[in-house]
């Protein structure tokens, strides 16, 4: 059981780093567009188009590591008021209705990827791009994210701290 864990944290932060990686890559798509731009050149059609698709990648890969890191916005001044029970109770609806959510997202992204497949639906713009490729994530990513909130569940760890403010 242990090594399954380890695998899965392990997944999760190569997730995590492929999303940073996609986000270095925009940097350096958007510089380079914008001066191929100022000196009179059109921009590839890929470079435009490998920014899209990285602005979804990154936001599906990079979000199951945010909950584990509980670095998702949530705003703690009324659970920072509530008594310590009362707080880990609503911390603890707060987190299954997240798993709710997610697990309904991951279902019907599971559809999308799969109508995707069966359709053979392309992305049709610069290339011709499998969609079944950007929807995948939908599922895995969705999937993930509801059991890294229904850690928060049933786990020993809240999702909220009951500290209102910045801590940095």
């Known amino acids: 059981m242990q090594q399954l864990i380890r695998l899965y944290t392990g997944f999760l932060y190569a997730m995590a780093f492929v999303a940073g990686a996609m986000l270095i890559w925009l940097m350096i798509s958007v510089v380079v567009s914008v001066l191929m731009r100022n000196m009179g050149m059109q921009p590839f059609a890929w470079l435009f188009t490998s920014s899209e698709y990285a602005l979804l990648y990154m936001t599906m890969l990079g979000a199951p ?8 916005v949530h705003i703690e001044l009324v659970t920072a008021a509530l008594p310590s029970n009362v707080r880990r109770m609503i911390s603890r609806l707060v987190a299954a209705a997240c798993v709710v959510v997610s697990l309904v997202l991951a279902w019907k992204g599971l559809d999308l990827f799969l ?21 995948i994530s939908f599922p895995v990513s969705f999937g993930l994210m509801a059991v890294e909130f229904s850690r928060f569940v ?5 999702m909220h701290s009951g500290e209102a403010g910045i801590h940095e």
């Open 65 to 72: 590591w945010l909950v584990r890191e509980k670095g998702h």
């Open 154 to 158: 049933f786990g020993r760890d809240l």
């Open 115 to 135: 109508t995707n497949i069966e359709r053979n639906d392309y992305d049709v713009r610069a290339y011709y791009f499998p969609r079944w490729i950007l929807t």
